[in-house]
């Protein structure tokens, strides 16, 4: 679960919080305030996130996920646009995915 402002909560998975963790964290380090867009009882709620808010990231199990570079990538642009952060699906991760089918070259003699 995510909590910020000590009064709003955002229930998410395990794998979700991780990945927004690390996005929210690193913008915090750089001393960057960014909105937040969340959708909560089907209303969206847009808030201002700044070095001054109160966050806790409250995990249900013990261990942390591996983390999606692609995943970071696309919620770290949405943290810098004028939206600001979006949880957007998480795509597969380019590191894992097979490689593209090749076709054969033809050899000329």
Do not use: C
């Amino acid at each position: 679960m995510l909590v910020y402002n000590g009064r709003m909560s955002l229930p998410l998975d395990d794998r979700t919080l991780a990945h927004v963790q690390a996005v929210v964290v690193n913008k915090l380090r750089r001393r960057e305030s960014f909105a937040f867009t969340s959708n909560v009882d089907g209303s969206e709620v847009v808030s201002w996130i700044g070095p001054s808010t109160p966050i806790e990231f409250v995990y249900s199990g013990n261990r942390r996920p591996l983390l999606n570079r692609a995943w970071l990538e696309l919620l770290a642009e949405s943290a810098s646009s004028n939206r600001g952060l979006v949880i957007v699906p998480e795509p597969p991760d380019q590191l894992d995915a097979a490689p593209p089918m090749r076709r054969p070259v033809p050899v000329s003699a």
